[in-house]
Antibody, heavy 122, light 110 residues
Framework: QITLKESGPTLLKPTQTLTLTCTFS??????????GGWIRQPPGKALEWLAL???????RYSPSLRSRLTITKDTSKNQVVLTMTKMDPVDTGTYYC??????????????WGQGALVTVSS | QSVLTQPPSASGAPGQGVTISCSGS????????VNWYQQLPGTAPKLLIY???KRPSGVPDRISGSRSGTSASLAISGLQSEDEADYYC???????????FGGGTKLTVL
């Protein structure tokens, strides 16, 4: 059974740094074709992809947020960590941890965490 | 403003069929496969279709996907009340160098 769970702060002040941890089970980030990533959703709005890290340590970032994001993995702890600097109220939303599976040139997100609501407010 | 364009809403009566469109461009849908996600109210999204038309285990065959040119479509036949959800298309964009989502379509079963 594959599960993912996000953990981290629920409330941040503007300019602070967000660190979210995804702890997963049921798969390994050392397996070929597997990736861990983050997707967010502002309240009442659409999904937005943020970052992805592959089994081979390749990292991909949203071009619009690249300068603020860092994604890392700890395979011994089965964790993926997202860091986002200079948080702003527009960054308020639910942050989802996802498992990515590569299929040819495609990557699809086949398992999702329950989501972590992050609010940025002074 | 999403890179992929979806109608904000769609509806159909129980038992009927509905199609949700996803319009893109030469830098995304024209050259890359499309995935679809279903988000039931108050829950995390779930993978519904990958690689344009493949269904993960557990997704019924009354749900199908297709892609042609710069557009993709999700078709749901035999609508049921549990199909009421938001549906998102997604693909890779070669120009943006990242994954992009549509703005989402809210499906109502009348």
């Amino acid at each position: 059974q594959i599960t993912l769970k996000e953990s981290g702060p629920t409330l941040l002040k503007p300019t602070q740094t967000l660190t979210l941890t995804c702890t997963f089970s049921g798969f390994s980030l050392t397996s070929s074709g597997v990736a861990g990533g983050w997707i967010r959703q502002p309240p009442g709005k659409a999904l937005e992809w943020l970052a992805l890290i592959y089994w081979d340590d390749d990292e991909r970032y949203s071009p619009s947020l690249r300068s603020r994001l860092t994604i890392t993995k700890d395979t011994s702890k089965n964790q993926v960590v997202l860091t986002m600097t200079k948080m702003d109220p527009v960054d308020t939303g639910t942050y989802y941890c996802v498992r990515g599976r590569r299929s040819g040139y495609n990557v699809y997100f086949d398992y999702w965490g329950q989501g972590a609501l992050v609010t940025v407010s002074s | 403003q999403s890179v992929l364009t979806q109608p904000p809403s769609a509806s159909g009566a129980p038992g009927q069929g509905v199609t949700i469109s996803c319009s893109g461009s030469s830098s995304n849908i024209a050259d890359n496969v499309v995935n679809w996600y279903q988000q039931l109210p108050g829950t995390a999204p779930k993978l519904l279709i990958y690689n344009d038309n493949k269904r993960p285990s557990g997704v019924p065959d009354r749900i199908s996907g297709s892609r042609s040119g710069t557009s993709a479509s999700l078709a749901i036949s035999g609508l049921q009340s549990e199909d009421e959800a938001d549906y998102y298309c997604a693909t890779w964009d070669d120009s943006l160098d990242g994954w992009v989502f549509g703005g989402g379509t809210k499906l109502t079963v009348l």
